[in-house]
């Protein structure tokens, strides 16, 4: 199996059982070893009390990314510390995308960056994921 096949095979599995990303109305737009970019559209229950949308969506989107992408392997990564700097608002009706990087991997640890963007490419987050592999199969 080509590593592509396995980053196709091992997200599909992931989101059989993942109906958090659903209830966001994730889309997966690509997987690649490695990497991964999602999309959803931010809907009225999403927003917050100032009528925007809620900080811990961009956040839940781009942490989808980061597992989409660090599990890519087929081996389960598991997150050790994130962080998320907000750019913009976000609005009800708005699409916004998170596009995950893996930056560095040293065997154990895995580094990713996390660009969440709305469909005009204004940048909304940038989100910073920290992995452990753990080097144990997806079952």
Known sequence: M???EMAEKTVKKMLKHDGFSAWLGI????????????RMKIRKEMLNGFNICHGGIPYSLADSAL???SNSDGLISLS???SITYLSKINEGDVITATCNEVS???KIAVYEILVQKSDSTKVAFF???VYKTGKEIS
């Not at 889309?27 to 999602?38: F, K, M, N, Q, R």
């Open 80 to 82: 050790l510390e994130n």
């Open 27 to 38: 889309e997966t737009v690509e997987i690649h070893p490695g990497s991964a970019v999602l």
């Open 2 to 4: 080509t590593e592509q």
């Open 128 to 130: 910073k994921g920290l």
């Open 67 to 69: 597992a989409f992408a």
């Open 105 to 107: 991997s040293s065997g």
